[in-house]
């Protein structure tokens, strides 16, 4: 009888010890193509080594600005580690809702001893934001219609010229890229936008421009919308991130070609949130470290057309890992693709985001 | 109940006969009074945990959510000294505050920054004057380094010429008190400014134009639903059982079926390249070149809004005329009326309750819409829903969204007091 009790008492202890070493990290992702490329290249390989790690993904990256300042202010915040763009990575770290991060202790240097800040160098826009990766928001065009008269439109402005490339157009529900891109084309230099932006007469411009195609357009507000409209044929040009257009063209085979002219880049990356325990954080830096590191950022690639943050990261771009093709020629980095690029502003955008959504939204109604 | 039989009821000679008491002397009306409040104590104990759950659960996380509209201590809370040093300092003389302001900012900012404040207070001023974000940001990273000497007016204006503006301060003088109308004035297109209340420049007015028409799309969608819903609802009640009931299968099973996949089989069937426009083309009834759009625009909205409500008029119309007896429509006709008189004079005044309850419950779930309005809705039918959720999850901008919450519930309950009114919520009925 005594000796049953002890064994009873030793197999629970023996469970409590196993249940206190395994650990749960909840990692939030934006889901679909881009949580499975984070799956087969960060989270496989990691679970692998470390056995007593279990990986928990949510995909809730579209809310995670608000949902981590309700959990904050509820005192219970219970996500290890949230991926988000980089101007909501700004944000969260200005509401102190995201750890900083001390980018060379906690991030593995380049294999040839770069440190870490060093090789992410410019992409470092926050001290909260580690980049992951580079995407951008392009055009894919149809490439097989008629009123075109057999022309391609290699120029951004051959969006808003409706007399040689007629049809219905999509663009995203919100100022951002919209405004540079209808500026640009109405005659401003590239460095000049956002100085003209700032002004009262330059947004009266930009929505000017905008207005020469207004009704032909329809607007989008989530990313798969576009891939979705250009392959019914509802619209012949239309906006998009880099790698649904990739993913439509090269995965689904439409007949849709990608207009790279002056792409805006954007980078999307993790934030640590404010308010673990030193123990979830410890297990979380532990994760960072690896899948940050150079070969895990190149492995990414080879599930969606993203460019890797790293600048060690960029040789080792290999193979897309089941159609077999070459991923570099489809990195918005590629020399080929990026002759004419933009860089997306986010000191200014956060300064003047309220109040330029408040004029294109009102635009938009009337 | 301890009343008794006023046959036995005790009378003496010198008690009024008309006062009837039990048998312990007490009166009978005093008596009854006591048991019906111990039944009602009874019953309020019973549905207590009920109520507290409701209390703590609904009434008070929405109340807490709705004062997000005025609360506005931030700035006081992070620039206390700044905001005392500024109640003496009036805008209207159009100079900058003196050094005390700035030695006070600097001594505030000293410890936002190391609180990691100053940054929360940057985005919170943002909303009002665009600009604040990156001044906050900005002036915060030069604060650590600097010493309390070097706190002068000149080296704040050499970090950011807007410390230099009387803008700024006006700002920051504006929304220092805890409580504000700010985000109420927002919500209206309105804003607050040195001359005091006035309204937004034509290009920033949105909200007022949202509610007019969010309420407009409402409405009709909900006299669209009726005008659907109720011949579906008077065939239910008037067919034999097994034909109804195969027909109420029908009015369910899309009441089962996910919201989104409704809204996006509108989406399959009303595009431009879609099932209903490539039927019409090939009939010839339009053109290639001139295809209908019927999607991402208000008629989306509104086509498959009704759709996604209209199980939501029937049931209640159909519960309704379910318990009509069909004797007074023959009782009617045999008096003389006619088919039409017979319908508009004896059935139709009686399914009246069943219109109120579906036209309201249409109405109340319509106006708060967001998913089918975001999806189908395009620029021109969208809801005020729509910009709520917006600046709850993109903007964060948290109080304007409870300012229009606020607002969008305060209209609700003025409709529903106005329906009162005129049709008497004791009219409804839901079956």
């Given at each position: 009888m005594k000796f049953k009790t002890l064994l009873l008492a030793g197999a629970a202890s023996a469970m409590m010890t196993s249940g206190a070493m395994a650990i749960d990290l909840t990692i939030v992702s934006w889901g679909g193509a881009y949580s499975n490329s984070q799956n087969e290249a960060y989270h496989k390989p990691y679970m692998a080594a470390n056995p007593d790690v279990n990986i928990i993904n949510d995909e809730s990256s579209a809310e995670a600005v608000a949902k981590l300042r309700a959990m904050n202010e509820a005192g219970n915040v219970t996500w290890d580690l949230v991926d988000v763009v980089a101007s909501d990575a700004i944000r969260l770290c200005d509401e102190g809702l995201a750890q900083e991060i001390n980018f060379d202790e906690a991030l593995a240097p380049a294999?040839?001893?770069?440190?870490a800040s060093e090789d992410f160098g410019d992409l470092i826009v926050s001290d909260c934001f580690i980049p992951q990766i580079v995407y951008s928001t392009t055009f894919g065009y149809r490439t097989d219609v008629e009123a075109w008269n057999g022309r391609e439109p290699d120029d951004i402005c051959d969006v808003f010229d409706l007399e040689n490339f007629p049809g219905k157009r999509s663009l995203e529900k919100r100022p951002i890229n919209n405004m540079e891109w209808a500026l640009l084309c109405d005659g401003v230099a590239k460095d000049d936008v956002y100085d003209v932006l700032e002004t009262e007469e330059g947004v009266q411009r930009a929505l000017a421009k905008l207005d020469t195609i207004k009704d032909q357009t329809i607007w989008w507000s989530a990313g798969a919308e576009t891939p979705q409209l250009l392959a019914d044929g509802e619209v012949v040009i239309g906006s998009t991130y880099n790698g649904r257009l990739f993913s439509l063209i090269e995965e689904q085979d439409q007949p849709v070609k990608m207009l790279w002219d002056a792409q805006v880049f954007d980078l999307d990356g993790w934030i640590v949130p404010a308010g673990l325990s030193d123990e979830r954080k410890a297990a979380v830096m532990d994760y960072l470290k690896f899948a940050t590191d150079t070969q895990r950022l190149a492995d990414q690639a080879k599930y969606i057309s993203y460019g890797p943050a790293r600048k060690s990261s960029a040789p080792l771009v290999g193979k897309h890992a089941e159609l077999g093709i070459d991923m570099a020629p489809h990195m918005p980095t590629d020399p080929k693709n990026a002759t004419n690029t933009f860089l997306y502003n986010y000191e200014w955008w956060a300064d003047y985001r309220d109040d330029l959504d408040a004029k294109f939204q009102a635009w938009l109604a009337g | 109940m301890n009343t008794q039989n006023p046959a036995s009821t005790d009378t003496g000679p010198d008690e009024n006969p008309q006062v009837l008491t039990t048998r312990d002397g007490i009166p009978l009306k005093v008596s009854l009074a006591r048991a019906l409040r111990r039944e009602k104590l009874r019953a309020l104990a019973l549905i207590a945990p009920l109520l507290l759950f409701v209390l703590i659960t609904f009434a008070a996380p929405i109340a807490d959510m709705l004062f997000r509209?005025?609360?506005?201590g931030i700035v006081s809370e992070t620039l206390p000294k700044t905001v005392e040093v500024l109640a003496t300092w009036d805008p209207e003389s159009g100079e900058i505050p003196d050094q005390a302001a700035f030695t006070a900012l600097y001594e505030d900012l000293k410890v936002a920054v190391e609180e990691k404040t100053h940054t929360r207070l940057g985005s919170r001023l943002n909303y009002e004057a665009s600009g604040m974000s990156s001044l906050f940001r900005k002036t915060g990273r030069r604060i650590g380094r600097m010493?309390?000497?070097?706190?002068t007016v000149e080296r704040f204006i050499d970090i950011?010429?807007?410390?230099?503006?009387v803008e700024t301060w006006a700002v920051l003088k504006r929304y220092s008190p805890t409580i504000t109308p700010g985000y109420f004035l927002n919500a209206a297109d309105m804003q607050l400014t040195a001359e005091g209340v006035e309204m937004k420049p034509e290009n920033e007015r949105i909200y007022l134009y949202l509610f007019w028409r969010t309420l407009f799309l409402s409405l009709t969608i909900t006299f669209s639903c009726l005008l659907l819903g109720y011949p579906v609802a008077f065939l239910l009640a008037a067919l034999p059982a097994r034909s109804a009931n195969l027909l109420m299968i029908l009015v369910l099973l899309p009441f089962w079926t996910s919201l989104l996949v409704r809204t996006s089989a509108w989406k399959v069937l009303l595009q431009q390249q879609g099932v209903i426009n490539d039927f019409l083309v090939w009939t010839g009834l339009v053109s290639d070149a001139g295809r209908?759009?019927?999607?991402?625009n208000q008629t989306g909205t509104i086509i498959a809004m009704t759709h996604i409500l209209l199980p939501f008029m029937i049931l209640p119309l159909y519960s309704v005329m379910k318990t009509i007896s069909p004797s007074y429509v023959r009782a009617a006709k045999s008096l003389g009326a006619t088919d039409w008189t017979a319908f508009w004079r004896g059935y139709f005044p009686q399914t009246v309750p069943g219109i109120g309850a579906g036209a309201i419950l249409v109405f109340i779930l319509a106006i708060g819409y967001y998913i089918t309005p975001e999806l189908v809705g395009g620029t021109d039918g969208i809801f005020i829903s729509n910009r709520i959720a917006y600046h709850i999850s993109t903007s964060l901008n948290w109080g304007l969204a409870a300012a229009l919450g606020v607002i969008l519930l305060l209209a609700v309950m003025l409709l529903f007091y106005v329906y009162d009114k005129i049709v008497g919520i004791d009219n409804v009925k839901l079956g």
């Open positions: 294999p040839d001893g770069t440190p | 509209s005025v609360e506005n010493e309390p000497a070097e706190a950011d010429k807007d410390w230099g503006t209908l759009v019927m999607i991402n």
